[in-house]
């Protein structure tokens, strides 16, 4: 059946819109880079969405759990034994995402008859300063979008997964507005949350081009955003400490939002 | 359709620990089926000894001198032989130190990537029974007179519902003894333990009940009565300025004192 090309590539072209669609109704991710190091938000649907993968390195996910499991076991095991063999400033999130799980991601995409791994990944990886700071996204298909090449200047200082494309361009044109780098936790955590309602937002007015308006965003956040929802976890910029992940605590978070 | 379960087995994943990982990946050095005992004559291994530990008013005190050595030999004056698996937990060494610092490594990483697999934290009871799973795949080597480790282990258990300081050593075959109050191991070890004793026994007070500088006196004292008897001890080297190393596991985590500290309770209390 799928012998012929045209078949091979409508098949993919129909299991992409079927990811798609199985994504959409997933909770954004807002990763963002400030003073203290690097802020992971989200809205929680029940479960747990951020991840500790390594001493620098975090991971966000959306999809289905399994699939997410596994991809988040094969991260830690690939980044735990690099970091056991050599040491951990070795393990690199650049090389662990184009290296190892891009391919296989991206094998499993297209071989129409096996199944494909529905996740969208967000990782960070925090630097010694916030121009270092390294964040990827990783697509169901392999593809990678990174905030800058290694050569090439830092393009942005935060990274956004929701359901659809809509919805990420909208979080990431408000956060280009309102975050600047230098900011501290307690604005990221505001600036991270009012992302999060943005994305929200763009998935109700499909129809309208314009941005919400601050007002529509602060009404929509105290409407669906209870402070016990929300998870967040920090990896932290100073290396007092080997190992930077950190959950923040609800009071960190209520401390942040005024919840 | 091919029957069910024929690749279940397989597709489950196990709740793999960190050595079978690195087992499965070949990066763990196996046990040599059978090459005989080790020739004397012809390799004398590094050893490091004489560590402590004790349970006093702070959490639980563990110190160590610093030397190395192979047979008369001292290869090295500035060994550190307690060492930080995580935030609460410590492994002191008397031993082989090739070996064990290998095991504290394989330790630290297989708690790490316990709790990043499992999202939780490995219980004391886990991480007490990881090293001594350890050892005892080290015993083919022992048995063939190489890589012998003694270790102590101490750390704090939040768990239980007594919550507080907890502390073990092992034999070389991986055998656990928790202990209430003290423990010593290494070649300088007996008259450690016999200092502890008296000390715990007709002291001023119970080591339990000692202060952190009365504490850090009865370590150096101890260490320093060691290194009398045994030249494989440091002790303290005076001349050098080698100070033993001193670190406490408590509730807040893991602290090390700072050589101008031991330095002064040593001056004033040792020396």
Redesign the interface.
């Known amino acids: 059946m799928i012998e012929e090309p045209y078949r091979w590539v409508e098949a993919i072209a129909n299991r992409r819109e079927y990811i798609e669609t199985q994504l959409v109704s997933g909770s954004p991710i807002v990763a963002l880079g400030c003073e203290e190091g690097i802020l992971f938000l989200t809205v929680g649907s029940g479960r747990?969405k951020i991840?500790?993968?390594?001493d620098r390195i975090a991971m966000g996910a959306i999809g289905h759990p399994g699939d997410i499991?596994?991809l988040?076991?094969a991260a830690?095991?690939l980044a735990?034994?690099e970091?056991?063999?050599r040491s951990a400033a070795d393990v690199s999130l650049r090389r662990l995402a184009y290296y190892s799980l891009s391919p296989v991601m991206k094998t499993a995409f297209e071989q129409v008859y096996g199944a494909p791994y529905l996740a969208r990944l967000l990782f960070a990886e925090v630097g010694a300063t916030q121009a270092q700071d390294l964040f990827l996204r990783v697509e169901y298909d392999g593809a990678i979008t990174s905030n800058g090449a290694p050569t090439a200047v830092q393009l942005d200082a935060f990274a956004v997964i929701s359901g659809s494309r809509d919805a990420t361009a909208a979080v990431e044109s408000y956060l280009r507005d309102q975050h600047k780098p230098g900011a501290t936790l307690v604005h990221g955590i505001d600036a991270a949350l009012n992302g999060w309602v943005v994305a929200q937002l763009a998935g109700d007015t499909t129809n309208t081009k314009e941005p919400p308006t601050d007002a529509q965003i602060a009404a929509a956040r105290a409407e669906r955003v209870r402070a016990g929802g929300i998870e967040g976890a920090i990896l932290e910029r100073s290396d007092a400490?080997a190992?930077r992940y950190r959950m923040l605590s609800e009071s960190e978070i209520g401390a942040a939002t005024g919840a | 359709m091919e029957p069910a379960g024929a690749a279940m087995p397989r597709e489950f994943a196990a709740l793999e620990d960190f050595p079978t990982l690195l087992r499965r990946r070949g990066l763990m050095s196996q046990t040599p089926l059978s090459p005989g005992p080790v020739d004397r004559a012809q390799f004398t291994e590094t050893h490091a000894t004489t560590i402590l530990a004790f349970k006093f008013s702070g959490g639980v005190l563990v110190a160590g001198d610093r030397r190395a050595t192979a047979g008369n030999t001292v290869v090295y004056d500035r060994a550190d032989k307690v060492l930080e698996i995580d935030r609460h937990s410590i492994m002191a060494i008397a031993g082989v130190p090739a070996t064990a610092w290998e095991m504290a490594r394989v330790l630290e990483h297989s708690f790490q990537y316990f709790r990043r697999t499992q999202l939780q934290e490995m219980s004391v009871d886990g991480k007490v029974r990881a090293l001594s799973k350890l050892l005892r795949d080290n015993f083919g080597f022992v048995m063939q007179g190489v890589g012998v480790v003694v270790p102590i282990f101490a750390t704090y258990d939040f768990a239980s519902h007594e919550p507080g300081p907890r502390l073990y050593f092992y034999d070389a075959m991986g055998a656990q003894f928790e202990v209430t109050e003290y423990a010593a191991t290494g070649s300088g070890s007996p008259g450690v333990r016999g200092i502890l004793y008296y000390e715990n026994k007709w002291g001023k007070k119970p080591l339990a009940k000692l202060r952190e500088d009365e504490a850090v006196t009865v370590a150096l004292r101890a260490l320093d009565t060691a290194a009398e008897a045994d030249t494989a001890t440091g002790g303290v080297d005076r001349s050098g300025k080698i100070f033993p190393i001193i670190k406490v596991v408590s509730q807040d985590g893991i602290s090390t004192l700072a050589e101008e500290k031991i330095a002064a309770v040593f001056k004033r209390s040792v020396a």
């Open positions: 747990q991840f500790e993968i390594y499991e596994r988040r076991m830690i095991e735990s034994t970091g056991f063999t400490r190992i």
